[in-house]
Nanobody, 125 residues
Framework: QVQLVESGGGLVQAGGSLRLSCAAS????????MGWFRQAPGKEREFVASSSWGGGFTYYGDSVKGRFTISRDNAKNTGYLQMNSLKPEDTAVYYCAAGSPYRSTSFREASYDYWGQGTQVTVSS
């Protein structure tokens, strides 16, 4: 079992930056693919970024490529999403997810077994 808790969300002006954290409990986090997804009001949940279990491979959604960076520190059981050059359209609840032991990256929600409760990110124009 892995429990995930996101933090670091908040209100930021367009062009600003935020760093989200995903604290994991359980010894298996380091072996699992990690992903970030987001859901804006009235929209379906959207893939943001994914990291392989060792962190050597990453994959991004087209809307955030070049602006967001996913990383992880398995020694600390923590994942991160660095968000730069934020836009109002980045406003959403951001979710951390983990799953698929010893697999590479994945944009599919079905690849993830564990989800956090989400953290709100609001970008003002």
């Amino acid at each position: 079992q892995v429990q995930l808790v996101e933090s670091g969300g908040g209100l930021v002006q367009a062009g600003g930056s935020l760093r989200l954290s995903c604290a994991a409990s359980g010894r298996t986090f380091s072996t699992q693919t990690m992903g970030w997804f987001r859901q804006a009001p009235g929209k379906e949940r959207e893939f943001v970024a994914s990291s392989s279990w060792g962190g050597g491979f990453t994959y991004y959604g087209d809307s955030v490529k070049g602006r967001f960076t996913i990383s992880r520190d398995n020694a600390k059981n923590t994942g991160y999403l660095q968000m730069n050059s934020l836009k109002p359209e980045d406003t959403a609840v951001y979710y951390c997810a983990a799953g698929s032991p010893y697999r590479s990256t994945s944009f599919r929600e079905a690849s993830y077994d564990y989800w956090g409760q989400g953290t709100q990110v609001t970008v003002s124009s």
